[in-house]
């Protein structure tokens, strides 16, 4: 792991998906895009990592995706958030508060 970028906790990317397409449908370079750009450039989603995690939240009914046009008028895949999806994220939200609530209690003990 580089100094300057971080290796994402097994489990949290699911999270930062979902909470991604909270703002509406994205195609997968752009999802990549705006995690990188809302965390200062720490977070890194490499593609062998982004795209098993969309089929997978796909199958499991989170997302929904469909082919339309990019910005620059390439075809490519949208996703988005269905009403499972949301359900997910309330579900995964409370459980990620739960859990940095848990790692300041311990790093301030510490």
Same mark, same amino acid.
């Given at each position: 792991?580089?100094?300057?970028?971080?290796?994402?906790?097994? #489990?949290?990317?699911? @999270? @930062?998906?979902?909470?991604?397409?909270?703002? #509406?449908?994205?195609? #997968?370079?752009?999802? $990549?895009?705006?995690?990188?750009?809302?965390?200062?450039?720490?977070?890194?989603?490499?593609?062998?990592?982004?795209?098993?995690? @969309?089929?997978?939240?796909?199958?499991?009914?989170?997302?929904?995706?469909?082919?339309?046009?990019?910005?620059?008028?390439?075809?490519?895949?949208?996703?988005?958030?269905?009403?499972?999806?949301?359900?997910?994220?309330?579900?995964?939200?409370?459980?990620?508060?739960?859990?940095?609530?848990?790692?300041? @209690?311990?790093?301030? $003990?510490?």
């Amino acid at each position: 792991m580089s100094k300057t970028k971080a290796e994402l906790l097994q #489990g949290t990317l699911d @999270l @930062l998906i979902l909470r991604t397409l909270n703002a #509406g449908a994205m195609h #997968g370079y752009a999802i $990549a895009q705006r995690i990188q750009q809302r965390s200062a450039d720490v977070l890194v989603v490499e593609e062998g990592s982004l795209y098993p995690a @969309l089929y997978r939240m796909e199958e499991k009914g989170w997302i929904a995706s469909e082919w339309g046009r990019s910005e620059n008028n390439r075809r490519a895949k949208y996703y988005s958030l269905t009403r499972a999806g949301r359900r997910q994220l309330e579900e995964e939200t409370a459980l990620w508060e739960r859990l940095r609530q848990a790692i300041t @209690l311990v790093l301030e $003990a510490a």
